[in-house]
Nanobody, 124 residues
Framework: QVQLVESGGGLVQAGGSLRLSCAAS????????MGWFRQAPGKEREFVAR????????YYTNSVKGRFTISRDTAKNTVYLQMNSLKPEDTAVYYC?????????????????WGQGTQVTVSS
């Protein structure tokens, strides 16, 4: 079992950048596919980005392509989400999640472990 802890959220102006971190303990992250999701107030949680376990393939939802980058540092057992050119609509609680099976899907139900979330607020 792996425990996930997100950090790096905060308040930023539109056009700014933040880097979220997801630190893992209990198991090495190389054993999992990793994903980032977010949930805005009054909305359902949605997929943002993922990185595959085996080859490090990445995939993004359309609204963040070209602005967000997911990466993994196996030495630090941490996954990152670099967020550039932030927009007010990016405001949400961001969650990282781990999937044992390395599935090529974007569904919440396909992830086995979740962090507690970190708040990102983008002001206009």
């Amino acid at each position: 079992q792996v425990q996930l802890v997100e950090s790096g959220g905060g308040l930023v102006q539109a056009g700014g950048s933040l880097r979220l971190s997801c630190a893992a303990s209990g198991r090495t992250l190389s054993s999992y596919r990793m994903g980032w999701f977010r949930q805005a107030p009054g909305k359902e949680r949605e997929f943002v980005a993922r990185i595959s376990r085996t080859y490090g393939f990445t995939y993004y939802t359309n609204s963040v392509k070209g602005r967000f980058t997911i990466s993994r540092d196996t030495a630090k057992n941490t996954v990152y989400l670099q967020m550039n050119s932030l927009k007010p609509e990016d405001t949400a609680v961001y969650y990282c999640a781990a999937d044992v099976a390395d599935r090529a899907t974007n569904q919440e139900r396909d992830y086995d472990y979740w962090g507690q979330g970190t708040q990102v607020t983008v002001s206009s």
